[in-house]
Structures are given as structure tokens and as C-alpha cells.
């Protein structure tokens, strides 16, 4: 099963923007699906991380402002974000966790002052 992230885009700085993970197949009782980002010149990080139950994950920077979810159903994650700043500007991914697969293209949030 492999994961495509999408739905960046430019917004303005406390503005809001929804990003979503689709799989191609059936992510029923699979492990953790993580929300990832790369900013320009700095390592990739997890933003956030969901379990097949729903438990969530977020990162100190994130939380409060962004809300991972999980449809079993229609084989989606999605990550919500509010609230966002300039420095959330990045390449978003979607992937496994810990056990990352190969990276995608991922998709570009930028966030302007």
C-alpha cells in the first residue's frame, strides 16, 4: 500500500488549510501513518502520527494548531491546520511510522507573512 499526500497550497500566516493522505489500498489495521515535513535546508520531522485506533501523536510545534485524523473507510488521513505560521512553510508527506517507505513528492504548504 503506498501513501500520496496532497492539498498544499499558498495561504496566509493564521490562515487554514486542510492536506490529505490517500492510500491505494486498504489501511485497516495498519500501524501508525505519520504526517511528515521538510523545510528548506533542515531535516525531515513528524509532525503528527496516527494509530489504526486513532491514537494521536503531535509535535510540540504543531500542537493545538493541527489535528491528524484516520477513515479506515475510505483509506484517507487527513491533517488539519490552523492557526499557521511561517515557519510551518514546508513539503508535507504522508508515510508509515517508524518504518518509513519511499518517499513521495509530497506537497508544498507555504505560508506568507
Known amino acids: 500500500v503506498q501513501l500520496q499526500a496532497s492539498g498544499g497550497g499558498l495561504v496566509q500566516a493564521g490562515g487554514s488549510l486542510s492536506l490529505s493522505c490517500t492510500a491505494s489500498?486498504?489501511?485497516?489495521?495498519?500501524?501508525?501513518i505519520g504526517w511528515y515535513r521538510q523545510a528548506p535546508g533542515k531535516s525531515r520531522e513528524l509532525v503528527a502520527r496516527?494509530?489504526?485506533?486513532?491514537?494521536?501523536y503531535y509535535a510540540d510545534s504543531v500542537k493545538g494548531r493541527f489535528t491528524i485524523s484516520r477513515d479506515n473507510d475510505k483509506n484517507t488521513v487527513p491533517l488539519h491546520m490552523k492557526s499557521l505560521k511561517p515557519d510551518d512553510t514546508a513539503v508535507y508527506y504522508c508515510?508509515?511510522?517508524?518504518?518509513?517507505?519511499?518517499w513521495g513528492q509530497g506537497t508544498l504548504v507555504t505560508v506568507s507573512s
Open positions: 508515510n508509515w511510522f517508524p518504518d518509513a517507505d519511499k
Open positions: 489500498g486498504s489501511i485497516f489495521m495498519t500501524p501508525y
Open positions: 496516527v494509530s489504526s485506533g486513532g491514537k494521536t
